[in-house]
């Protein structure tokens, strides 16, 4: 689970908690990263976002990690590109909203209608 950072602490428990594969899981995890990475990165793509949305989506970064919060329509344009199916999707923004939880110390009634999502930066060569 290399590359999945402060995510990677949750898919177990995530995986049994909503009846899926954990290796699958994870998988469709790391996918969405590299789909981010090849973006042609994590910060681009956060200031693209940043751009494109109302607000800035950036609630924290911490090292590699970058902690937003998006428009579900963010999620919608990963699972339509992700190979995954709805239960591992839903698995998959359950392991995100933990992650952020940990890392903002935002309660979830504190997000509004914006859905939370942790980019994983490469790290430096």
């Not at 699972?79 to 979830?108: C, I, M, N, Q, Y």
Request: charged fraction near 30%; hydrophobic fraction near 45%; proline fraction near 6%.
């Amino acid at each position: 689970m290399d590359g999945l950072g402060p995510l990677a602490e949750y898919v177990d428990q995530t995986a049994s908690d909503a009846d899926v594969d954990g290796d699958a899981l994870a998988e469709t995890l790391a996918g969405m990263q590299a789909d981010v990475r090849a973006y042609p990165g994590v910060a681009d793509l956060v200031f693209e976002y940043r751009r494109a949305f109302e607000y800035d989506p950036l609630v924290r970064r911490r090292g590699r990690a970058y902690y937003l919060l998006v428009p579900p329509r963010v999620w919608a344009e990963f699972a339509a590109t992700l190979d995954a199916s709805a239960a591992l999707l839903a698995a998959a923004k359950a392991v995100h909203d933990r992650a952020f939880t940990e890392g903002t110390e935002l309660a979830p009634e504190e997000r509004g209608d914006w859905e939370p999502l942790v980019f994983v930066a490469e790290r430096a060569p």
